[in-house]
């Protein structure tokens, strides 16, 4: 199990998904790319907005600040193909990888950028320029041991909690289905309260569909409301693992 939680120093908010991005002093920067990836994953995806808003808040000492939106530009709705690299592995046990997407009608991958990934859906990017949001959505759930180091109690459900000046935020995990021990369904409900934004709460409803055999999601379905003033807003992603590298062919 994880003993201790990696907190975040930073947090972009954004309607299509509001990440909590989480680093120490003492967490490393990503490793330089090794010449040839440990694996290789390719998903579909598929995003459908309305009304989105974006909004950006620092914390009070603010050391550091992460954008998951895109430098604050928001996701367009669409489909396309995400493209991910495992590099390796930093010394306090997160992945580094590095994630592309390609959109629909498009003829090359757009900016690749390089990341830390933990267990608990924690990510770190430190460059200028961000992930999509749609990108972020992903990498959140890619960590190692996702499901084997998360405090599962009897009723397999776990909760994380964080406060701060600027929001309060509260994840709930439930493990749905324990299937057949290898694939299993955990649904995540994150509430966030901003207290000085343009808008009040946000609500991520996400199901993965896991394979912890492989220890990577199969399938992501997130959807995610935005509430303040008289504006409701939502967004829609869906990801399906199409290729890894990992898994040997049939033929």
Avoid at 34 to 42: A, D, F
Avoid at 53 to 74: C, D, H, W
Avoid at 173 to 192: C, P, Q, Y
Wanted: hydrophobic content about 40%.
């Amino acid at each position: 199990m994880l003993t201790k939680t990696v907190r975040t120093l930073g947090i972009v908010l954004s309607l299509s998904i509001c990440g909590v991005v989480a680093l120490t002093a003492q967490t490393p920067a990503p490793a330089s790319p090794p010449g040839k990836p440990l694996r290789h994953l390719e998903y579909s995806f598929n995003v459908a907005v309305q009304g989105l808003q974006t909004s950006k808040v620092t914390t009070s000492n603010g050391a550091q600040t992460v954008n998951v939106a895109g430098n604050l530009v928001a996701p367009e709705a669409g489909s396309g193909s995400m493209f991910v690299d495992v590099l390796s592995v930093a010394p306090d046990g997160a992945l580094v990888v590095r994630i592309s997407e390609l959109a629909r009608n498009e003829t090359r991958p757009r900016q690749a950028y390089t990341c830390n990934v933990y267990g608990n859906t924690s990510v770190f990017c430190p460059s200028a320029a961000t992930p999509s949001a749609a990108e972020w959505l992903l990498l959140s759930y890619l960590g190692r041991q996702f499901i084997d180091a998360a405090p599962w109690d009897a009723q397999g459900h776990w909760q994380r909690k964080e406060e701060s000046t600027g929001f309060n935020t509260e994840d709930d995990f439930t493990l749905v289905d324990a299937g057949d021990g290898k694939k299993v369904i955990v649904r995540e409900i994150k509430t966030m309260e901003l207290h000085d934004g343009p808008f009040d709460t946000q609500t991520s409803d996400v199901t993965i569909n896991y394979d912890r055999a492989m220890e990577v999601p199969a399938v992501i379905h997130a959807d995610v409301a935005t509430a303040g003033g008289n504006e409701t807003n939502s967004a829609s992603y869906v990801f399906t693992l199409e290729k890894d590298s990992f898994v040997k062919p049939t033929h």
